[in-house]
């Protein structure tokens, strides 16, 4: 678990939060528009997300040590490559590998570890190691603006890359271990009689699925648009907060405190969302999250006051914290542990296309309409589809043919 919250604390140089307080850097530097610089993190970011399931798969074939110290020194390397841009092709180039190996695979890591050991108590393992996130994201962004104000932008992702090479992968050579199984151990410690090996097997992991048996299941397809709805609408939402607040006369500093009070409220919320996924079928707690994604975006759209925006960041703080547990706890629930990176990585691949492509419409809105209150309105309709597809994504039931 330790090792698991420190994998998804590193994540961060690759995470919107971190990179995004290195934009104005290069915009000043090089001259280049925003909407170029816009344009590349999002090509990046997509075309790494479409690489997640085979990512996915090294972690199953070559294990989360192997794979985790491996990603650990090729994202400093791309930490590093970040600090020598001076191109847009070389722009592209490190969006791309610090959202593939960052965002995407030590997330993926720090998300598939821990259910191999914990399948009971996986909910409040994943609340555990979700407080790494929340630490990155509450932490990342000032300590990123003090160090591009003391040092530079460059110095800035090269003291990142140094980390990653010194402390990350290190600590995950020296302390990972692939799964209980492989050091005479069960998850959660259960002890090695007929009566908990039964117990294990017939309730925790409703057997062990392939990636190919999962896509054809009903389940699976519902759960991955529920996944992408809060992927794509809050990128989207968080991406241009400044100006949907500008609108109605709050200032930046404002929509500063509320991207704060996301993060900060993640922390006690993480802890109590991964007691309640251990005890409330998933799929409802899913679909609880989702109505309130839809509450946060009514508040939003008639968000005038201070009080209104912080509500708002509150209510999305709360959804993010659940969401985490959530999509944690609910993939090894369905399909099992045996290949579960495989599968996580066809569903991060599909939450990353989301995040990259969240932003376009609500550019596009404004653009056209001059305001964000059409799309908000008309994006609504998704969590409300959502909410639906949740209830009747049903845990799948594996036919096994036995031998006679």
């Known amino acids: ?24 850097s290069y915009i000043e530097e090089f001259g280049w528009s925003r909407s170029i610089v816009s344009g590349m993190y999002s090509t990046g970011t997509l075309t790494a997300g479409l690489l997640m399931g085979f990512i996915g798969s090294l972690f199953d074939r070559k294990g989360h040590r192997l ?16 600090s020598m841009v001076s191109s847009v092709p070389l722009l592209f180039a490190g969006f791309f590998a610090v959202r593939l190996l960052g965002q995407g695979s030590m997330g993926l890591s720090s998300n598939t570890l821990p259910p191999q050991w914990f399948v009971r108590n996986k909910g409040r393992a994943l609340s555990m190691v979700s407080l790494g996130g929340a630490i990155s994201s509450a932490l990342l962004p000032p300590l990123n603006m003090w160090l591009i104000q003391e040092f530079g932008w460059r110095t800035g992702w090269r003291i990142w890359a140094a980390l990653l090479w010194m402390v990350m992968a290190p600590i995950a050579y020296l302390l990972i271990r692939n799964k209980p199984e492989d050091v005479g151990l069960w998850p959660d410690n259960m002890k090695l009689n ?36 809060p992927a ?41 969302a991964g007691q309640v996924a251990d005890r409330v079928p998933v799929r409802y707690l899913l679909a609880a999250s989702l109505g309130m994604l839809l509450l946060s975006m009514i508040v939003l759209l008639y968000a005038d006051s201070v009080m209104m925006a912080m509500i708002y960041g509150l209510l999305v703080g709360i959804m993010m914290a659940f969401q985490v547990i959530i999509s944690g706890v609910i993939w090894p629930d369905y399909y099992g542990r045996r290949n579960l990176s495989s599968i996580r990585g ?5 939450g990353i296309i989301g995040s990259a492509l969240g932003p376009l419409p609500y550019g596009f809105a404004y653009d056209i309409f001059g305001s964000y209150s ?12 959502g909410i639906a597809a949740a209830i009747l994504a049903k845990p799948p039931v594996k036919m096994v043919l036995e031998e006679t």
Not at 1 to 24: C, E, K, N, R
Not at 346 to 350: E, F, L, R
Not at 374 to 385: A, E, H, K
């Open 1 to 24: 678990m330790g090792v698991s919250a420190l994998t998804l604390f590193f994540s961060g140089p690759g995470q919107t939060y971190s990179v995004s307080t290195f934009i104005d």
């Open 67 to 82: 794979m985790t110290t491996v990603i650990a020194l090729l994202f400093g390397l791309a930490c590093l490559g970040m």
């Open 194 to 229: 007929l009566h908990d090996f039964g117990s294990l097997t017939d309730t925790a992991d409703n057997g062990d699925w392939t990636v190919k048996e999962a896509l054809r299941t009903r389940s699976f397809w519902l759960l991955l648009f529920c996944m992408m709805i």
């Open 232 to 272: 794509a609408i809050i990128t989207g939402m968080v991406f241009h907060q400044v100006s949907i607040m500008d609108q109605v006369g709050l200032t930046p500093k404002v929509a500063a405190l509320v991207l704060s009070t996301m993060a900060i409220v993640r922390l006690p919320v993480a802890l109590v």
């Open 346 to 350: 066809v569903t991060m691949m599909a």
């Open 374 to 385: 059409q799309v908000l309105i008309v994006s609504m309709i998704f969590p409300l589809i």
